[in-house]
């Protein structure tokens, strides 16, 4: 059983709430000798509700959900896409259309996410031995049913060592073993339990054809039979695929289904799956029998591989950073504002379909909900220090001395440590921190940036899925966890509430086709975030939404503004503090005034700590953020 680390330095005592390991890293538990030792601590926190919880016929088996109208938990998507029509008047991507838009086919039904799932081929595979007890035995502890095994008195001589596993009385098939161990006998009971549920599933294949079978899985789930000897106990929870998947597992199927649903098999922009990151919000709800179920939600999507490469310019109405992990974080900002409205907005409808709630006291007047956990997916390794670099295991403090840990950036097409960046390039070109500087900053500050730090306090992600099985997991973990090192450090290194929390790594199954189509899409990126009714693509090279030739009113054929830039989010940011009547806000004329705070503080201590310790600097560009939308 996966247990939460014991708090670290990361968890302190002010007032930052100490986000808790999130019950489907529990309950699919996986060996993972390289990923980090969390500062996560445990909090009490209430179950809360998701909208439609009450209507759940499902048991109390995890489901998944990608983004649309037809997933269990689309009632947040429902109510944000009320509201979105007034959010995207504000916003110059949305204001001025006229834009190549890839549409949106109709939400399938619930099965959409097992049948991605069996695109990807995971429910298929039986798990190691090492693993089957763990996740056999965390599958009977969500239901609240107990686990024996016991050893079978009539074994078969030529295997006589035998052992089944039982569930709230339930006899299992028996699994056979040639050795004595007890570990190995439970671990071949495990196994054989766990085929045992899969051919229960797979019963259904002869009613459907082809897909379908995967959708009445999921649709029709198979309860086990109560033991006749045990008649005072509750059934079994219904089982599903998704009991099997692993948390790494059920994120890819959730991404992929979402793309697939975005973007058809015909269209041109098929290709970037490839390069496709996601930001998955998990909901932990009360299942119908009081059994504790994970909802996983497709809420931010973005495809990309690699960053403008022109000339700045200064009306915060270019997408810089067009990396797919980057893209799909700046599309969790838009979702975000979105859910701001929602809550402020909605009425009482909209307070329960919000993922965010009121919150007292003088901090930020908002929060996200309890038992809510955001997952990133990115399918390529990020670039910077975690990208095709193996760093050996160092001495304390001389890893931080390694040029390939330092911060790096991208200018002109070109990937470089920024101390080689000249400064006439850095004043002149658009020039953007690689994506393992980036995840090192977002696991300090949080996912929410400066904007939102007015109304939110800091964003942590819970875990990252890697789908690029050509990585380093140290590697990763280091980029991301130790630069800079705040051990080191004497005293209060940052401003409260900020403080490092650890991600829980994953490598995951990728969403591409094994045979990728040839990427046509190198100089485009998508992006998308619940709410949206289409995909938006953008040109890298101008960091605007692509144009179209004959319909384009922009000179030398520039699209307009995409609804992710600067200046769309400063438009969100004045309508959010306009509803909610705070004048102050209000009063901030530039974009560059509108993140100042405590976000700002933290985040130039952040750089501080960085350039002292070797990594280098990078300034931000004050001239950049000077429009005033």
């Known amino acids: 059983m996966a247990s939460p680390a014991a708090p670290g330095p990361g968890a302190d005592d002010s007032g930052r709430r100490r986000p808790r390991l999130a019950a489907s890293l529990q309950i699919n538990p996986r060996p993972s000798p390289w990923r980090p030792s969390g500062s996560l601590g445990q909090d009490p926190w209430e179950p809360a509700v998701a909208a439609g919880a009450e209507n759940d016929k499902g048991g109390g088996q995890p489901q998944a959900s990608a983004a649309g109208d037809g997933g269990p938990a689309a009632g947040a998507g429902a109510g944000a896409g009320e509201l979105g029509a007034a959010g995207a008047r504000e916003d110059p991507g949305a204001r001025l259309g006229r834009s190549p838009r890839v549409s949106v086919p109709p939400a399938g039904p619930a099965g959409d996410v097992p049948a991605a799932a ?45 052992m089944c596993a039982e569930l709230d009385g339930l006899l299992c098939p028996t699994g056979n073993a040639s050795s004595k161990p007890e570990a190995r006998q439970q671990a071949v009971a495990a196994v054989s339990t766990l085929h045992y549920i899969r051919s229960q599933l797979g019963s259904l294949e002869g009613q459907r054809t082809g897909g379908q079978a995967l959708v009445s899985m999921a649709t029709h789930p198979i309860s086990l039979p109560e033991s006749s000897e045990t008649p005072s106990k509750p059934p079994l929870a219904p089982l599903s695929v998704e009991n099997i998947l692993t948390h790494e597992q059920r994120c890819a199927a ?12 015909t269209s041109p922009y098929r290709a970037c799956k490839g390069t496709v990151a996601a930001v998955i919000l998990e909901r932990e709800v009360p299942g119908a029998k009081g059994h504790a179920k994970e909802i996983y939600e497709l809420v931010a999507l973005g495809t990309g ?24 974080r700046r599309a969790l900002l838009r979702f975000l504002f979105r859910q701001l409205l929602l809550v402020t907005q909605g009425g009482a409808k909209g307070k329960e379909r919000s993922v965010l709630a009121p919150q007292p006291g003088p901090g930020p007047p908002f929060a996200l909900k309890p038992r809510i956990f955001l997952h990133l997916y990115v399918s390529n390794t990020p670039t910077g220090a975690a990208h095709d670099i193996y760093l050996p295991p160092s001495t304390e403090g001389s890893l931080l001395h390694s040029p390939p840990s330092r911060l790096q950036a991208h200018v002109r097409g070109e990937l470089k440590p920024v101390c080689y960046v000249a400064p006439s390039l850095r004043d002149t070109h658009v020039g953007c921190l690689s994506t393992s500087d ?7 500050l949080g996912l929410g940036g400066g904007l939102l730090a007015h109304f939110l306090p800091p964003l942590y992600a819970t875990s990252l899925v890697l789908a690029d099985p050509c990585h380093d997991p140290p590697t990763l973990s280091r980029a991301i966890h130790t630069r800079p090192s705040l051990d080191r450090v004497l005293g209060p290194c940052l401003p409260p509430p900020y403080a490092r929390t650890t991600l829980h790594l994953f490598a995951g199954p990728p969403v591409a086709p094994l045979d990728p189509i040839p990427n046509t899409c190198h100089s485009l990126s998508l992006n998308w975030s619940l709410g949206d009714t289409d995909v938006e693509v953008v040109d890298v090279a101008t960091g605007r939404v692509k144009a179209e030739p004959s319909v384009s009113i922009f000179s030398a054929g520039l699209g307009p503004p995409s609804r992710l830039c600067k200046a769309a989010f ?33 985040r130039r201590q952040l750089s501080l700590l960085l350039d002292q310790q070797g990594l280098g600097a990078w300034s931000s560009k004050p001239l950049v953020g000077k429009f005033r939308g």
């Open 305 to 328: 591989s690699s960053s403008c490469a022109g000339w700045l310019e200064f009306s915060g109405r270019q997408l810089h950073d067009c990396h797919g992990l980057v893209v799909a």
């Open 118 to 162: 069996g695109q990807l081929g995971l429910q298929l595979r039986d798990p190691p031995r090492g693993q089957a007890v763990a996740m056999l035995a965390q599958y009977a502890a969500s239901l609240g049913v107990s686990l024996m095994f016991r050893e079978d008195q009539t074994a078969d001589p030529c295997f006589p060592f035998s």
């Open 438 to 444: 980036k995840l090192a900053r977002w696991a300090v």
């Open 254 to 265: 959730v991404v992929s289904a979402g793309f697939d649903r975005l973007v058809d098999k």
């Open 570 to 602: 400063l438009r969100a940011f004045r309508q959010v503090a306009g509803v909610l009547g705070k004048s102050r806000l209000l009063a901030l004329k530039t974009y560059e005034a509108a993140k100042a705070g405590p976000y700002q503080d933290a």
